[in-house]
T-cell receptor
């Protein structure tokens, strides 16, 4: 089955700086790569996603890049703000929303230092 | 209905007791998933429904676990004879058909503590 590795496990950046979180996946059939933000006591919230036919996607301060050849994808957050502090999860899916759902990485605890 | 609703939010139970959780997905979503999340880990897939049919189960779902979605709307997850290792956050997610697998929406979860 799919295996998703995520790094780093903890990332501390100064407010206003950029943050980058990286993930690798093992199943070349994976075709959907979402990123979730999870705040304490809440469920994961989708912040951005990318399909395998696209190399990059941007939404305001958040961007995701995908390298299918290397089987890795990254989340980029620019101009970080205190409210960006949370745990971020990458995930991969190879079934188009079908049986196996999403395989998640172990998460990155992002800390924004004021 | 603008989101996935899960009840209860928290459940503390004694080892050996049975517990049941409920998930109400987004009304137009026909696919419903259950995940389990332990501390410091990402969510792990447990089982999946398309309408009322349970189509896939993870090997994580032991015989003590059972899930239903009787009318293709809400779903329940029951754990019988709970063990301390069952302590986790149980998350429900839903997604509509025809989306190409894009845009799972998660509920806030039910946190189970087995004492």
């Amino acid at each position: 089955g799919e295996n998703v590795e995520q790094h780093p496990s903890t990332l501390s950046v100064q407010e206003g700086d950029s943050a980058v979180i990286k993930c690798t996946y093992s199943d070349s059939a994976s075709n959907y790569f979402p990123w979730y933000k999870q705040e304490l006591g809440k469920g994961p919230q989708l912040i951005i996603d990318i399909r395998s036919n696209v190399g990059e996607k941007k939404d305001q301060r958040i961007a995701v890049t995908l390298n299918k050849t290397a089987k890795h994808f990254s989340l980029h957050i620019t101009e970080t703000q205190p409210e960006d502090s949370a745990v971020y999860f990458c995930a991969a899916s190879n079934s188009g929303g079908g049986a196996d759902g999403l395989t998640f990485g172990k998460g990155t605890h992002l800390i924004i230092q004021p | 209905d603008t989101g996935v609703s899960q009840n209860p939010r928290h459940k503390i139970t004694k080892r050996g007791q049975n517990v049941t959780f409920r998930c109400d997905p987004i009304s137009e979503h026909n696919r419903l998933y259950w995940y389990r999340q332990t501390l410091g880990q990402g969510p792990e897939f447990l089982t999946y429904f398309q309408n009322e049919a349970q189509l896939e189960k993870s090997r994580l779902l032991s015989d003590r676990f059972s899930a239903e979605r009787p009318k293709g709307s809400f779903s329940t997850l029951e754990i019988q004879r709970t063990e301390q290792g069952d302590s986790a956050m149980y998350l429900c997610a839903s997604i509509g058909s025809g989306t190409g697998g894009v845009g799972y929406t998660f509920g806030s979860g039910t946190r189970l503590t087995v004492v």
